[in-house]
Nanobody
């Protein structure tokens, strides 16, 4: 079982940057695809970004393309989400999910595909 822990959230101003981290413990990290989703109050989960277990395939949600970058460090069992040019509409609780499977290309953007989740980290963008 994969145990995930997010960190790096906070209160920032529009245009600022943040880097979120998703650390995994309890299993072989390199076997898992990892994704970031977010949920704003009163809204459904929104796909943000996902990275294949090898790092070779990456997907981004349309609202974050060109501003956010997902990466992974398998040696340190961590996936990062670098968020630049933050906007008030990026305000949400950000969650990372993990899945050990070969269907990443077809299912990697699907919240329901992931088996393991962290508790989330809050990102608030406000002036």
């Amino acid at each position: 079982q994969a145990h995930l822990s997010e960190s790096g959230g906070g209160l920032v101003q529009p245009g600022d940057s943040l880097r979120l981290s998703c650390a995994q413990s309890g299993h072989t990290f390199s076997r898992y695809a990892v994704a970031w989703f977010r949920r704003a109050p009163g809204k459904d989960y929104e796909f943000v970004a996902a990275i294949h277990r090898t790092g070779t395939d990456i997907f981004y949600g349309d609202s974050v393309k060109g501003r956010f970058t997902i990466s992974r460090d398998n040696a340190n069992k961590t996936v990062y989400l670098q968020m630049n040019s933050l906007k008030p509409e990026d305000t949400a609780r950000y969650y990372c999910g993990a899945k050990q499977d070969s269907l990443f290309a077809a299912r990697g953007r699907d919240w329901g595909w992931y088996d393991y989740w962290g508790q989330g980290t809050q990102v608030t963008v406000s002036s």
